[in-house]
């Protein structure tokens, strides 16, 4: 959903409440809502629902209280600079993940998409998932980079939480269709041979090593399997916890943890290069290999360099 929709969305609910009431959710039992009491609402309206919970930042107020509707047009009182700022700000400084999507959405030239992408996450790891699921992972992510065990991962903890995301996400069908055959060469289990599993993820399968080699290194599943390893650990078990201390306007201690597991945290000086000339370690790079995750599944370009000393145990 792109920023000019999302916030006409966003006037929409708030100028017909009755027709679509803010709801809180927090948990799957809570999250469920009766397709009889309030009829199909579109994905757009869902997210926007889920989102409405979180507060929004004083930045952010101010920068798209600035844009009007005029003659059917939206009109910004702010350039795209101050926008940028105020939006900055306010995800930096208040973990606003409404200005978090926003920073992520204003990188919308497919070739420097790889700079919002840390944006979305973070907006993720608070529990605004779904934005880095439609606007990354389906969108940007390609065969041989792959996304799909992110995919499955970010889908399952979104409908978990609101399980009208169901149909539109569909996790388990995404498993079901890549099913029991080899990631490369797809090949089947037969009577006299079964393939193996990927450790880490439980995701693909393999007939031989080569195979599994030649996804790790040439798919980058390498990268995405270690993050999902990291997601596994520090992010799944203190979900609800970070997501409800976002809510609140609070930074659970976990999120920190996760941060500096993730990269997200890391020294500008790390990335610099990639984000002034798109290139690493002076090579020139494709810049959808900066979708997915390093080797060793941090991500490529960071959000918001730390000095703070975070715990690397």
Not at 163 to 184: D, E, S, Y
Not at 238 to 248: F, N, P, Q, V, W
Request: net charge neutral; charged share 25%.
């Amino acid at each position: 959903m792109g920023r000019k929709q999302k916030l006409r969305q966003e006037r929409k609910i708030k100028n017909n409440k009755n027709s679509t009431p803010p709801a809180v959710v927090t948990t799957p039992s809570e999250a469920t809502v009766e397709a009889a009491s309030e009829g199909e609402l579109s994905i757009f309206a869902i997210l926007v629902e889920i989102d409405s919970v979180f507060p929004k930042s004083d930045e952010y107020v101010q920068a798209t209280d600035d844009s009007q509707i005029i003659y059917g047009n939206e009109d910004n009182k702010l350039d795209n600079n101050e926008q940028y700022a105020l939006f900055k700000q306010g995800a930096t400084v208040h973990g606003c993940v409404h200005s978090m999507f926003l920073m992520g959405e204003g990188h919308c030239n497919h070739m420097y998409k790889y700079l919002g992408h840390p944006w979305f996450l973070e907006g993720a790891i608070r529990g605004s998932f779904v934005s880095l699921i439609g606007e990354f992972y389906l969108d940007h992510a390609e065969p041989n980079r792959n996304a799909n065990t992110l995919y499955g991962y970010w889908g399952k903890i979104a409908t978990n939480f609101d399980t009208r995301l169901g149909p539109k996400i569909a996790p388990n069908v995404l498993k079901h269709q890549i099913g029991r055959k080899c990631a490369i060469c797809l090949k089947t289990d037969t009577k006299t041979f079964t393939l193996k599993q990927c450790i880490g993820c439980s995701f693909y399968c393999y007939c031989s090593e080569s195979c599994q080699t030649t996804h790790w290194n040439e798919h980058n599943h390498r990268g995405e399997c270690k993050q999902l390893r990291i997601l596994h650990k520090y992010h799944k078990p203190y979900a609800k916890a970070i997501r409800d201390a976002a809510i609140r306007g609070d930074i659970h201690p976990a999120l920190e943890k996760l941060q500096y597991k993730l990269g997200l945290t890391r020294p500008l000086e790390d990335y610099q290069e990639i984000i002034t000339y798109c290139t690493h370690d002076g090579k020139i790079s494709d810049p959808k290999d900066y979708v997915v995750a390093r080797d060793d599944g941090t991500v490529w370009v960071g959000s918001i360099p730390s000095t703070a000393c975070v715990s690397r145990k």
